[in-house]
C-alpha cells in the first residue's frame, strides 16, 4: 500500500467543525468530544504506527490480515486510566459520560471507524507492579487524537478531540493536520538489529523446579490447572525497528491479531491466536484455546503430531477446562451458545493449538468491557479454580506479567468491538525487549516438555525482532 500523502482535509474544515463543537461546548457549561470521520486515500498503517512510535506518541495498532481489518490511533485526545479490580466497570463509566452530548460526524459509519477507544488491561490488578511495565497501568484506554480505519480495502480518518468553550480551535485543527503529516513520513530505520544476546530472567532451572512442585500440587488436586509464565530479555546491537517487526509479525501470522501499543520509548506488541472476545451486532464470539504441540517438518510428520495432540489426554483435559468456563460465562449472558463438541487444530507457523471457537447472540444489553471482564482470565492463561490458579501464579511465578496474557483490544460508542488476549508477545525499548510465554499445566505434565513448548512459543517473537 502507498503512504498517503495528499493532505485529506483543510485545516479550515476541520477548524469550522471544531468551532460547532466549541459553541456545543459553551451552551452546556462542559467540555465535550467532537469526533469527525472522512474518507481517505489509502495509508500504510504500519509505517503510520512506526512513525507514532518513532515520535513518543502514545499509539496503537490492531490488524487481521486475513480479514482485511486494521486500526491504528496515535496521539490521545482523552485517556482512561483505571486501577484495581473495578478497572473495566469505570472505564466503561467514564466513556458513557464521554460520549453523552459529543459532537460525532461520520457518514458511512463502517465497523471501526467513529470514535474508538483502543488499549489493553494488565493480567493481574493485585500483582504489585515493576518498574518494567511503567507506563501501562492496570488498564488504559485512549481515545487517540488520529485514528485510521482499514476495513475492505476502504480508508477512513477520524479525528477526535476533547474541547470546551475556551479551546482555540484553529490551532487544535492544525495540531491534528501537523501530526497526520509527521505520520505519513516514512517510519524504518537504516540499520538491522544484528546480533541478538538472550537471557533467561528466571534460570531454566527454577522455572522448572516451579512447574514440577505445581504439577505435584495438580496431580495431589490442590487444583486442577494453572498456567505458568516465563520471560526472558533480548539485547540487540542496535535499535529494534518496531515498524519492521510488525511487518514480519503480520506476514509470518495472517490469521493472528497483530497489536501494538506504544507508550513513549516502550512498545508492547504480538501476534497472538486467541481472541478474547468480538461483539458485533449483538453477536459474541468467542474462543478455548488450549493444548499445543510443535509443527513436523513434512505434511506427514506434521499430520502425526496433529493427531497426537488430538488423542493427547493431558491436552484433551486442558483444553476442556477453557471451554467449560467459556460455556458458563456464555451461557449467563447470551440467549443462544454453539459450542462444537471436539476441538479443531489451528496450526501456527510453529506451533499446533486445540481450538473450539465459541458463539452466542446477547441475551442482554451488554457493553464489550462486561464481557471482557467476565472472560479474563480464561484458564487458557489462568486455570481452575480460577481464583486459587491466579493465587498461585502470584505466590510462585516470581514474574511480573504486565499486559501479557491480559486483554488488549478496542471498542466503539456502541461499546461493541474486539479484544484478544496478549499472546506471543514482546515489550520493546530501544535495543532491547523481554519476551513472555506461558503454558498450561496438568498434573501430568513434563517440566522440560512445558519448557520446550514455551520456548516455541517465544520463537514468534524472537524471529520478528531477528528479523527486523
Ligand atoms: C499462555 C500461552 O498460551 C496459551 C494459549 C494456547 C495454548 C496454551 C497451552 O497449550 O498451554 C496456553 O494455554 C502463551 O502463549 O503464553
Avoid at 46 to 58: C, D, K, S, W
Avoid at 148 to 162: E, G, I, K, P
Wanted: charged share 25%.
Amino acid at each position: 500500500m502507498a503512504i498517503a500523502t495528499e493532505i485529506f482535509t483543510s485545516t479550515s474544515e476541520l477548524e469550522n467543525i471544531f468551532s460547532t463543537g466549541a459553541r456545543q461546548a459553551a451552551e452546556l457549561g462542559k467540555a465535550i468530544l467532537v469526533s469527525y470521520t472522512v474518507p481517505i486515500d489509502a495509508a500504510n498503517p504500519i509505517e503510520l504506527f512506526g512513525r507514532a512510535h518513532q515520535l513518543n506518541q502514545t499509539a496503537f495498532y490492531w490488524a487481521r490480515p486475513d480479514s482485511n481489518f486494521t486500526l491504528v490511533g496515535a496521539g490521545s485526545a482523552f485517556e482512561i486510566i483505571t486501577e484495581g479490580e473495578s478497572r473495566f466497570e469505570t472505564a466503561a463509566h467514564e466513556w458513557r459520560e464521554l460520549l453523552q452530548d459529543a459532537l460525532i460526524l461520520n457518514e458511512d459509519d463502517v465497523w471501526g471507524s467513529g470514535p474508538a477507544l483502543m488499549g489493553g488491561y494488565s493480567f493481574d490488578p493485585l500483582y504489585k507492579r515493576s518498574s518494567l511495565w511503567e507506563g501501562y497501568p492496570d488498564g488504559l484506554l485512549i481515545l487517540p487524537k488520529v485514528q485510521l480505519t482499514f476495513s475492505d480495502n476502504r480508508c477512513y480518518f477520524t479525528a477526535n478531540v476533547h474541547l470546551n468553550a475556551d479551546t482555540d480551535t484553529w490551532d487544535k485543527a492544525e495540531e491534528i493536520i501537523q501530526l497526520y503529516n509527521a505520520l505519513v513520513q516514512p517510519a524504518h530505520l537504516d540499520y538491522e538489529p544484528g546480533r541478538l544476546a538472550f537471557e533467561e530472567l528466571l534460570p531454566a532451572r527454577t522455572w522448572k523446579n516451579i512447574v514440577e512442585t505445581t504439577a505435584e500440587d495438580i496431580a495431589k488436586g490442590k487444583f486442577k490447572k494453572v498456567v505458568l509464565a516465563r520471560a526472558a530479555r533480548v539485547t540487540a546491537e542496535n535499535k529494534i525497528d518496531v515498524a519492521r517487526m510488525l511487518c514480519r509479525l503480520e506476514a509470518s501470522y495472517p490469521t493472528a491479531i497483530t497489536y501494538a501499543v506504544s507508550r513513549g520509548e516502550q512498545c508492547f506488541a504480538g501476534a497472538t491466536p486467541e481472541r478474547l472476545v468480538r461483539l458485533q451486532g449483538g453477536l459474541v464470539q468467542t474462543m478455548a484455546l488450549a493444548g499445543s504441540i510443535a509443527r513436523g517438518a513434512t505434511s506427514e510428520k506434521d499430520n502425526r503430531l496433529g493427531d497426537s495432540l488430538m488423542n493427547s489426554g493431558k491436552d484433551r483435559s486442558e483444553h476442556a477446562i477453557v471451554v467449560g468456563m467459556i460455556k458458563d460465562a456464555f451461557e449467563k449472558v447470551c440467549s443462544e451458545v454453539n459450542v462444537p463438541e471436539t476441538p479443531q487444530l489451528l496450526k501456527l507457523k510453529n506451533v499446533q493449538h486445540l481450538l473450539t471457537p465459541v458463539i452466542g447472540r446477547l441475551a442482554a444489553d451488554k457493553s464489550i468491557l462486561q464481557l471482557v471482564e467476565q472472560l479474563h482470565p480464561t484458564p487458557a492463561v489462568g486455570g481452575l479454580p480460577g481464583r486459587e490458579a491466579i493465587a498461585a501464579i502470584r505466590e510462585r511465578e516470581q514474574l511480573d506479567r504486565g499486559w501479557y496474557a491480559a486483554p488488549v483490544g478496542w471498542l466503539d460508542r456502541r461499546f461493541e468491538g474486539e479484544f484478544a488476549v496478549a499472546l506471543r508477545c514482546a515489550l520493546v525499548k530501544g535495543k532491547a525487549a523481554t519476551l513472555f510465554a506461558g503454558c498450561g499445566i496438568m498434573g501430568d505434565s513434563n517440566p522440560d516438555s512445558e519448557y520446550a513448548e514455551s520456548n516455541l512459543k517465544m520463537r514468534v517473537m524472537l524471529s520478528a525482532i531477528e528479523n527486523s
